[in-house]
């Protein structure tokens, strides 16, 4: 019997742990800032963003991150700008690779769902992010 408990905590303990390559699906699509906590753990909600990230990633672990505009007919505005990126699975930890022709700067995904995107830069910022959803006007 307490083999079988001891096999059935080892089963939970390695099953529940959480794989960066399984983040890797969710990441493509629109996103908008929810709140960013400080490394001092104070919070700052997003009530409403005037701009959301869209992020796309090919079979490659390439492509692209550009700020969009949401436009009240469901459209967006952007401009020729993004920043391209690359995706690395490194020391368990999935990292996100950035390059402009300004600046290149890494970021990590600590959590990655088909909702909730959780995003930690240099500076130890934690940026949760939520699927943006249009707002419909009827």
Not at 17 to 29: A, D, M, R, V
Not at 53 to 63: K, Q
Request: glycine residues 4%; charged residues 30%; proline residues 4%.
């Amino acid at each position: 019997m307490k083999k079988a408990i001891l096999l059935l905590l080892i089963v939970l303990t390695f099953g529940c742990s959480k794989n960066p390559e399984n983040y890797i699906e969710h990441l493509n699509g629109y996103w908008e800032i929810d709140e960013v906590t400080l490394p001092d753990g104070t919070k700052r909600d997003y009530n409403y963003n005037d701009t959301i990230d869209f992020f796309s990633i090919n079979d490659s672990l390439t492509g692209f991150r550009k700020k969009m505009k949401p436009n009240f007919d469901g459209s967006f505005s952007t401009s020729n700008d993004a920043e391209t990126l690359k995706v690395v699975i490194e020391n368990d930890s999935l990292n996100i690779y950035y390059q402009t022709p300004f600046a290149e700067w890494k970021e990590t995904v600590l959590e990655a769902t088909e909702d909730k995107l959780l995003i930690q830069n240099k500076d130890k910022l934690l940026y949760l992010y939520k699927r943006y959803e249009p707002i419909v006007i009827e």
